[in-house]
């Protein structure tokens, strides 16, 4: 019975580190997905801005946006395509 209580009880603790280390790699997966995000959107802006003045707003709004509907549709179909 006390081997029980023992096994239990080590495969609590266990638990627990493991949990709180799944918990900090979360937090900095996270993290790195909002700097990511920030990134992206301020390259994003930075090639809008650069492509507004030969192309004007609306040709650079339009380019872009193409551009990252392909992107986002590549990426999906690489997901896609690894999942099966």
Do not use: N, Y
Not at 15 to 28: C, P, W, Y
Not at 48 to 63: R, Y
């Amino acid at each position: 019975m006390v081997a029980c209580s023992d096994l239990l009880e080590a495969e609590g603790r266990t638990l627990r580190r493991e949990s709180v280390r799944v918990g900090v790699l979360l937090i900095f997966a996270l993290v790195a997905g909002i700097m990511a995000l920030a990134g992206v959107l301020l390259l994003t802006l930075g090639l809008f801005l650069a492509l507004a003045k030969p192309m004007g707003d609306a040709g650079a709004a339009i380019l872009l946006g193409a551009l990252i509907v392909i992107l986002s549709g590549a990426a999906a179909w690489l997901i896609h395509r690894q999942s099966q």
